[in-house]
């Protein structure tokens, strides 16, 4: 396992909170573009992150680089061909998209969760 140095996305957010800056439009863009990537790749490899959120994105403000972190509660189908069908009730309550608190959900609850926090980032 990689050691990695950076901090978390949400103590890169509060910081700039508290100094009166915000992310620039370049640095959302890369940061979105980044995440998309890796829910590209856990989804075809059949994986639904599920806890989407600040505090799980390792962020080096300095390189723009991150890192997606804690798959802990991650949602993994049986084999790549069957489609997700999740019912856990799981996640971070500001991060979950209204389908996983009802019957049965999908991998795009990732997508909103990265919705959130695009928002978050360009609103502050």
């Not at 978390?8 to 910081?15: A, G, M, Y």
């Not at 863009?29 to 980044?34: A, C, K, V």
């Not at 080096?60 to 069908?85: A, H, P, Q, W, Y």
């Not at 795009?108 to 959130?116: A, E, P, Y």
Request: glycine letters at 8%; one cysteine or more; a negative charge.
């Amino acid at each position: 396992m990689e050691y990695c140095e950076f901090k978390d996305l949400r103590s890169e957010i509060q910081k700039r909170q508290m100094s009166g800056t915000q992310f620039s439009q370049a640095e959302i863009l890369s940061i979105t573009q980044q995440v998309v990537s890796v829910l590209e790749y856990l989804h075809s490899e059949g994986i639904c992150h599920r806890d989407l959120k600040p505090e799980n994105i390792l962020y080096d403000n300095l390189t723009g680089n991150l890192k997606v972190i804690d798959l802990d509660v991650c949602g993994v189908k049986r084999n790549k061909s069957e489609s997700f069908d999740l019912w856990t009730n799981t996640g971070t309550l500001f991060y979950r998209a209204p389908e996983s608190f009802g019957i049965g959900y999908s991998e795009k609850v990732d997508i909103w969760s990265l919705g959130t926090i695009i928002y978050e980032l360009i609103t502050g």
